[in-house]
C-alpha cells in the first residue's frame, strides 16, 4: 500500500507555464520530505526538500508548499522548461530512516 | 567524484539462478538502501542498512538478501530469481537518516 499518494500520474505543460504535482500522506511520523528528479536512465536525483516545520520553501524556479494538518504537500514548477520535462516524486522520511516514494509523475513541458 | 556506483547496468539472467548487484559509495555515508522500480508504483525500498552488521527489510524484501561487511558496500543478493523480480533497480546512500539520499545509475534486471 502506497504511503505517500502523488498526482497527477502524468501532465503536459506549455513552455512558460506553471506544473503542479501533489503529495498526500498518511503517516504522521514523517518529518522529512524531499522531491526528486528522474531524467530516462538515470537514478533519481534531489530537487528540493523540506521539514513540517515550514509551510512554504523556494529555489530558484521550484517551490514546495507544505500544509502539515492536511498532510499534503506539493511541487510547483514556475515557467516550466522543456529541460524540466522528466519524471517527479514525492517522497517521506520517517525517522527510522525508511524513504517512502510516491509513483511518479512524468511531466512532458512542450515548446 | 562523489557517488554511488552500481553494476552491473544491465543484466539478463535465468529464473534460480543467483546472482549479485554490487553497489558502492565513496562518500563514508553510513546509511544505505535497495529500490526496485516498477511503473505506476515509484520506488520501493528493498532493504536498508543504518551501519556495517546493520541491515533491515523494506516494504517489499521476499527473495532478496543483503550484506553490509565494509561501510562502503552494500551488495543486492538474489539466491533464486524469479520473473516477477524483472525491474529496474537502485542503490541509494546518505550520511545519515533525514539527509539527502544519493542515486546510482540503476540495473535494469531481467529474468527469463
Known amino acids: 500500500q502506497q504511503q505517500v499518494k502523488q498526482s497527477p500520474q502524468s501532465l503536459i505543460v506549455q513552455k512558460g507555464g506553471i506544473s503542479i504535482i501533489n503529495c498526500a500522506y498518511e503517516n504522521t511520523a514523517f518529518d522529512y520530505f524531499p522531491w526528486y528528479q528522474q531524467f530516462p536512465g538515470k537514478g533519481p536525483a534531489l530537487l528540493i526538500a523540506i521539514r513540517p516545520d515550514v509551510s512554504e520553501k523556494k529555489e530558484g524556479r521550484f517551490t514546495i508548499s507544505f500544509n502539515k494538518s492536511a498532510k499534503q504537500f506539493s511541487l510547483h514548477i514556475m515557467d516550466s522548461q522543456p529541460g524540466d520535462s522528466a519524471t517527479y516524486f514525492c517522497?517521506?522520511?520517517?525517522?527510522?530512516?525508511?524513504?517512502?516514494f510516491g509513483a511518479g509523475t512524468q511531466v512532458v513541458v512542450t515548446p | 567524484e562523489a557517488q554511488v556506483t552500481q553494476n552491473p547496468r544491465y543484466l539478463i539472467t535465468v529464473t534460480g539462478k543467483k546472482l549479485t548487484v554490487t553497489c558502492s559509495q565513496n562518500?563514508?555515508?553510513?546509511?544505505m538502501s535497495w529500490y526496485r522500480q516498477d511503473p505506476g508504483l515509484g520506488l520501493r525500498q528493498i532493504y536498508y542498512s543504518m551501519n556495517v552488521e546493520v541491515t533491515d527489510k523494506g516494504d517489499v524484501p521476499e527473495g532478496y538478501k543483503v550484506s553490509r561487511k565494509e561501510k562502503r558496500n552494500f551488495p543486492l543478493i538474489l539466491e533464486s530469481p524469479s520473473p516477477n523480480q524483472t525491474s529496474l533497480y537502485f542503490c541509494a546512500s546518505r550520511l545519515e537518516v533525514n539527509t539527502e539520499a544519493f542515486f546510482g545509475q540503476g540495473t535494469r534486471l531481467t529474468v527469463v
Open positions: 562518500m563514508n555515508h553510513e546509511y
Open positions: 517522497a517521506a522520511f520517517d525517522s527510522w530512516g525508511k524513504l517512502q
